[in-house]
């Protein structure tokens, strides 16, 4: 090879290499720090796209996963309430029963007991609010977004949850502690259980609904996850593996430039 002062070729080359390492350190560190081989549009462009689209999809996950966390709270504090109702017709039923051919002060005390349930059951409707929503002081329903598609998945309830809707005003009135008037409280309670069942029914059936929706977004947003993971995210064992190879090449690349640096001082000996 032609030896010139004006052009060090080797030089030049060793420069080129140690300049190509060092890029390769940068990238190579940065991929370690972050923990992503692709970070950025510039390390992969279609992969970068693809990891962006993932990770708006595990946002929109994220988004129906709290609506429906939300939601399943939500139903399941009317169902709270429903069922406290609920107990509470069960206890009112042997109350009315009892009162059968009571008169005076006996069945006084019953008519107040009906008086006193009836007042604790619409407490209970007016007190179960969960999030804004109360189905059961008034019937209504409620919506919640079920996937990123916009699908929303109702729960409704068809009555009124208080002592008005379930029928039973002026119950205490009727149980007369005659047969008539016990016939006809009876009556009218079981009515009230069975209108309270079917709707703890369709407040069930709605939780089932909500939380295996919910349980179906958890696993499609890991599935997600693990997805973008597999894409973007760095093999550190590789990348240390690349880190400790690198620096020894850097090392060479110095020692290799210095001793083409060197190479043309060697010309003066032949003018010696």
């Known amino acids: 090879m032609t030896t010139s002062v004006n052009t060090n070729v080797n030089a030049l080359a060793a420069i080129q ?39 708006a ?22 169902t709270t309430g429903a069922t406290s109702i609920s107990n509470t017709l069960i206890t009112l039923l ?3 029963t009892q009162s059968a051919g009571q008169s005076g002060a006996a ?26 929503v109360n189905l059961l002081a008034t019937a209504g329903s409620v919506s919640v977004l079920s996937n990123q598609n916009g699908t929303s998945t109702t729960v409704t309830t ?13 119950l205490a ?22 209108t309270i069942g079917a709707t703890l029914t369709g407040l069930g059936a709605g939780t089932v609904q909500l ?3 919910a349980d179906f977004t958890s696993k499609l947003s890991v599935s997600v996850q693990t997805s973008l993971g597999a894409i973007v995210d760095a093999n550190l064992s590789e990348e240390s593996a690349r880190l400790s190879s690198l620096q020894t090449k850097q090392s ?21």
């Open 173 to 194: 009135a009727t149980a007369t502690g005659t047969a008539s008037g016990t016939s006809a409280a009876i009556t009218a309670v079981n009515a009230a259980i069975a």
């Open 252 to 272: 060479l690349a110095i020692q290799s430039l210095s001793i083409a640096n060197q190479a043309p001082g060697a010309l003066l000996q032949l003018f010696r």
């Open 57 to 78: 999809n595990i946002g929109g996950l994220g988004a129906v996963a709290s609506g429906l966390a939300n939601g399943v709270a939500t139903v399941q504090g009317q």
């Open 107 to 132: 069945l006084a005390a019953s008519q107040t007991t009906i008086t006193n349930a009836l007042a604790n059951i619409d407490a209970f409707a007016a007190a179960t609010t969960v999030n804004g």
């Open 94 to 96: 042997a109350t009315v």
């Open 158 to 170: 068809t009555t009124a949850s208080t002592s008005g809707g379930l029928a039973l005003t002026g």
């Open 211 to 213: 939380q295996g929706l």
């Open 17 to 55: 290499s140690l300049s190509d390492i060092s890029s390769g350190l940068t990238k190579t560190q940065a991929h370690i720090q972050s923990g992503l081989k692709v970070g950025q549009a510039s390390d992969d462009p279609a992969v970068f796209t693809v990891a962006q689209g993932l990770r």
